[in-house]
């Protein structure tokens, strides 16, 4: 007595393309890596110091020109 029963088959679902977690974190890490090295290299976080003050070394009212007078002859 042989039963169409007594055969087994394995079956393997497929569930698609898996999960995309590691494709979003992935993305994620490097948008904030890109953001990280504009800030240090480009941005504010570059460290350079900067020197805002004005040296005024103009005159405002300079002396008037004079010139010399000529020799009185004797």
Do not use: C
């Amino acid at each position: 007595m042989t039963h169409e029963h007594d055969t087994h088959e394995t079956v393997v679902v497929d569930r698609g393309g898996g999960s995309s977690n590691g494709l979003i974190l992935g993305i994620v890490a490097v948008v904030i890596l890109l953001i990280a090295v504009w800030y240090f290299a480009l941005g504010p976080g570059t460290g350079k110091t900067t020197n805002n003050t004005t040296n005024n070394n103009t005159v405002n009212n300079p002396p008037a020109a004079t010139q010399a007078a000529p020799a009185a002859s004797q």
